[in-house]
């Protein structure tokens, strides 16, 4: 796993699971996360 | 009295009837308003940015005092504070308006669009975002990681914001904001965040095979965006939202081949889903408008810049609401009279039939994009010239 990679999972793990339950959910907002970081 | 819940669902039907060609009740106005808000309030970007019910005051007052039958955003467009906590993106902060601080998109190569093709989110993870964020460029994983926690509070906060916001106009002044997906197509990610007008350019000339690829490929990650932006929105007052960009520097055999597959695809699976979706079309596109009479009938509304109305709407008009008109020059620079006169016709040669929705030619972003009093003489005019007899 890379640095990136270990970075959203963290960031699943620890943030985003707080207040969202399923995995299409978690999946949701990481690519919503990455699209706009990437249009940053 | 009418109050805002029906006032809300009136202007709903109203925009939802020019979207689908039918003849609304009368034209409806659309604010098409963005940081030009600040200006009208005497409230400048960093104090909107820092208080979000300044932000709220200054763009109510925009989109209130005039007789906006929907507007495209509820504040400020971007999420200027998450982005300056990533690191400052492409973005300049230090002006009054979102401005993209020039010479720093230019971060991926040429031999680089296979890797994109293969896995578009892998690659915009792992090779587009710490190329392009410092807060990943220096430190352990450890503190990389507290960075970026903070950037995703900023992420989170900024998202239920706009979702109070939205929900404030509607109770507080009957007012539909349609952002729901806000988005570009492929080509002007691309071009825009990636390769920069100098290398796409190049590249459509010399791989025009691979970035028409890399479009498509890319398909995967926005689709999946788009619905999960739109999930649980109202179809019916809330749009998907196209910012296009690319297609009025490039021919027409261009377009077909780069832009067009993936473009045209996209349109048609929400479409197809009953979405409506609202389209800024750049500057000028006649020379495609060809194509554009492929699109789906009574879903798209399109605001053209430069096009010239009259001819879109007969050659588009069967198929897609056609929005724009007044040239935010005259807005600026013209007397009152004038405004109203090209309002008139505008109305006179437009309006019958349906299909038609009034608003400025562009975003109005800055201060001298339009005098107030002229788009309130121009909007009231609307408001009474514009109803269908």
């Known amino acids: ?40 | 009295m009418i109050d805002n819940t029906e006032l809300y669902s009136k202007r709903v039907k109203r925009m939802k009837d020019a979207i689908e060609l039918r003849e609304p009740d009368r034209v409806p106005i659309f604010g098409l308003v963005d940081n030009w808000a600040l200006s009208y309030n005497g409230t400048t970007l960093k104090e909107a940015l820092a208080d979000i019910e300044i932000e709220y005051q200054a763009y109510s007052k925009a989109l209130t005092d005039f007789p906006f039958d929907a507007a495209l955003a509820p504040g400020v467009t971007f999420p200027l504070n998450f982005v300056s906590s990533l690191g400052g993106g492409i973005y300049n902060n230090n002006m009054e308006t979102v401005q993209i601080a020039t010479g720093k998109s230019e971060i991926m190569s040429v031999d680089e669009y296979d890797d994109l093709i293969e896995d578009p989110l892998k690659f915009f993870r792992d090779v587009i975002i710490p190329r392009k964020h410092s807060i990943f460029q220096s430190g352990t994983t450890e503190e990389k990681f507290g960075k970026f926690a903070n950037s995703i509070s900023k992420f989170l906060e900024f998202g239920q914001s706009r979702e109070m916001l939205i929900d404030r106009y509607k109770v507080e002044h009957g007012l539909p904001i349609t952002t729901g997906a806000t988005l570009f197509m492929p080509a002007d990610i691309i071009m825009d965040y990636f390769r920069d007008f100098k290398g796409i350019t190049s590249d459509i000339k010399r791989h025009p095979d691979k970035l028409a690829e890399a479009c498509m490929s890319m398909l995967d990650v926005l689709v999946p965006y788009t619905f999960g932006s739109m999930m649980g929105k109202d179809p019916d007052s809330t749009y998907i939202q196209l910012f296009l960009h690319l297609p009025q520097f490039i021919r027409p055999k261009e377009f077909e081949k780069i832009y067009w597959p993936s473009f045209k695809k996209y349109i048609n699976i929400f479409a197809a889903q009953g979405f409506k979706i609202l389209i800024l079309f750049e500057k000028n596109w006649e020379h495609l408008h060809e194509y554009l009479q492929e699109l789906p009938k009574g879903s798209v509304i399109a605001f053209f810049e430069e096009d010239d109305l009259r001819v879109a709407k007969k050659k588009l008009g069967d198929n897609i609401c056609i929005a724009g008109g007044l040239k935010t020059n005259n807005l600026y620079y013209s007397s009152k009279e004038e405004c109203i006169d090209i309002a008139k016709g505008l109305v006179d040669d437009l309006a019958p039939g349906g299909g038609f929705v009034f608003s400025p030619d562009k975003v109005l972003v800055s201060a001298n994009d339009a005098r107030p009093e002229n788009l309130k003489a121009v909007t009231e005019f609307i408001t009474e010239y514009g109803i269908y007899k």
């Open chain 1, 1 to 40: 796993m890379n640095e990136m990679e270990l970075l959203f999972k963290l960031a699943r793990e620890n943030i985003f699971s707080q207040f969202i339950e399923s995995e299409e959910g978690l999946d949701g907002i990481e690519k919503a996360l990455i699209l706009l970081m990437t249009i940053a």
